[in-house]
């Protein structure tokens, strides 16, 4: 492992950008969830502007369940810490307002918390969807400065709706190229990170991915990684990544969000901050500044540590 300074001034406008960024993707990407590519090209060419419409119907700006669940970890940390029972509680009544757009795993696991009062789901071989990864970006910005602790608190609150090794592994993997991102390291350092996670996971390899975007977790990732790697800004990521379809809103989430660390608020652009909801815009920009004052970087408990490889531990 090695130590790296921080400028928190940027850091803080970078956090931004990953929050916005994720936002931006969720309501990007829900204009084409469920189509097939050649289906997106037959019916906008590229898409590459806000329109909402989509099979959820949603006006422009709109965002989904990526968001709204986000926004749920982000407030609950912010306001009592990290805890797993007051965000399941925040799932609970989230759910109860009857959103249109819930994913079936995270409703089971809500529901068994509703019925059963247990926290934590036991490991299930169904759970290999991508419901709890499109979650990990607050808990990346609350935790900068300490992996352990990112490790920890990921891993308790994706294992509220889906406990799985590969669900775990994404996890892990979003939140350390988030880290790295917003720390300023280069492409190749994320690259670098990548390939050592691939070598654990091999089944993620992305190379010569052209399947479809499904929300099974592998093939999110593949699709996230792909448009991250290949691409040279944060616009061409996104339009990358929604124009594959499939889960076309959690693959752009996912996707904005490393890319708005890396290519930081300037990169995004200018009408794709004006459509999104200007009220999820305004409570993201002030909840990004909250979570990165609850991290250990921000509060100097102990210097920003950078491991030189994947490392999950659960």
């Not at 590229?46 to 099979?55: A, M, S």
């Not at 880290?179 to 994320?190: E, F, I, Q, V, Y």
Request: charge should be neutral; hydrophobic fraction near 40%.
């Amino acid at each position: 492992m090695s130590e790296y300074q921080l400028h928190l001034p940027d850091i803080r406008e970078r956090a931004m950008a990953a929050f916005l960024g994720f936002a931006i993707g969720d309501a990007l990407g829900a204009t084409s969830e469920f189509m097939t590519p050649s289906e997106v090209r037959s019916q906008y060419g590229v898409l590459k502007e806000i329109r909402g419409g989509g099979w959820l119907h949603l006006p422009a700006g709109a965002i989904t369940d990526d968001t709204e669940m986000s926004l749920c970890i982000a407030r609950s940390l912010v306001t009592v810490g990290f805890s797993p029972v007051d965000i399941a509680d925040r799932f609970v009544a989230w759910l109860k307002t009857r959103p249109r757009d819930v994913g079936g795993t995270c409703r089971r696991g809500i529901r068994r918390y509703i019925t059963e009062g247990s926290v934590f789901a036991e490991r299930n071989d169904a759970d290999a969807g991508n419901g709890a990864a499109m979650r990990v970006t607050p808990v990346a910005l609350a935790t900068l400065g300490d992996s352990q602790l990112f490790c920890d608190w990921v891993l308790q609150q994706a294992h509220i709706t889906h406990h799985h090794p590969l669900s775990d592994s994404a996890c892990v993997l979003i939140g350390q190229l988030i880290h790295l991102a917003l720390a300023g390291h280069a492409k190749s350092r994320l690259v670098a990170l990548t390939q050592s996670f691939l070598e654990r996971f091999p089944v993620f390899g992305y190379d010569r991915h052209d399947g479809y975007c499904s929300a099974y977790v592998v093939d999110t990732m593949r699709t996230v990684l792909q448009a991250f790697f290949t691409t040279r800004n944060f616009e061409e990521c996104l339009v990358t990544t929604v124009n594959r379809g499939g889960d076309a809103d959690t693959a752009g989430a996912i996707a904005g969000a490393i890319a708005g660390a890396y290519y930081g608020l300037e990169s995004i652009p200018k009408r794709w901050k004006k459509a999104l909801d200007p009220n999820v815009a305004s409570d993201i920009r002030s909840l990004s500044g909250q979570l990165v004052e609850l991290s250990p970087a921000a509060r100097g408990t102990q210097p920003m540590v950078i491991e030189r490889g994947f490392a999950l531990r659960p």
